[in-house]
Structures are given as C-alpha cells and as structure tokens.
C-alpha cells in the first residue's frame, strides 16, 4: 500500500524560507513522476513543482527562481521554498504517479505571514 507523508509546514514571516519534504512507503520514488501540488482557501489545488522520473523539473510561473524540487533518496522528495510571499498561504500536497494510478498525501499547511 503506497502512503504519502508531508512534512516542513508551519508559520514563516513574508520573504523567509521553508523546506518540505514528502516521505513515501509502500513505493520506491526513483524514476517516478511526482509533483506538490497547494490549494488555498476558496480556491482550486493547483500545480505548483513536478519532477519526472528522468529528473526535468517543471514549475508554476509564479514561483519559478524560488521554489525548488527535488529527490533527496529513493523515498524523500522535497520542495525548498525561498522568498515566501503571503500568497503561498495554502495546504501543500505531494503527489506520486506509479503505474497509472494517482496517490496524494493529507498535505501540510504553509501560512506565510505579511
């Protein structure tokens, strides 16, 4: 059974930094497809980092120069987050994309203060 778990949420002031980390079980997350995806109050989860399985990164245009994804092991991946700004305020998940089907974890909140 694949489980996902987020970490590395919290408060952080307007301009600091935070690191997330997204532990997988159940799965090994070499060569996946994965992503972080956020969903602020009142509005849709979005998109914010994939990384394919070749290692090509992707980014939403409004964090790209400050938002960073990447695998640290076979299990971890991580999204370093430098500049915050109040608007990434929002619910942060990890997704993994294994054989077709799609596994979410239960997120950790990101409130960045102004």
């Known amino acids: 059974q694949v489980q996902l778990v987020e970490s590395g949420g919290g408060l952080v002031q307007s301009g600091g930094s935070l690191r997330l980390s997204c532990v997988a079980s159940g799965a090994t997350l070499v060569s996946k497809d994965m992503g972080w995806y956020r969903q602020a109050p009142g509005k849709q989860r979005e998109l914010v980092a994939w990384?394919?399985?070749?290692?090509?990164t992707h980014y939403t245009d409004s964090v790209k120069g400050r938002f960073t994804i990447g695998r640290d092991t076979g299990k971890i991946i991580h999204l370093q987050m430098d500049t915050q700004a109040p608007e990434n305020t929002a619910v942060y998940y990890c997704?993994?994309?294994?054989?077709?089907?799609?596994?979410w974890g239960q997120g950790t909140q990101v409130t960045v203060s102004s």
């Open positions: 997704k993994l994309e294994q054989n077709g089907a799609h596994y």
């Open positions: 990384i394919r399985g070749d290692g090509a």
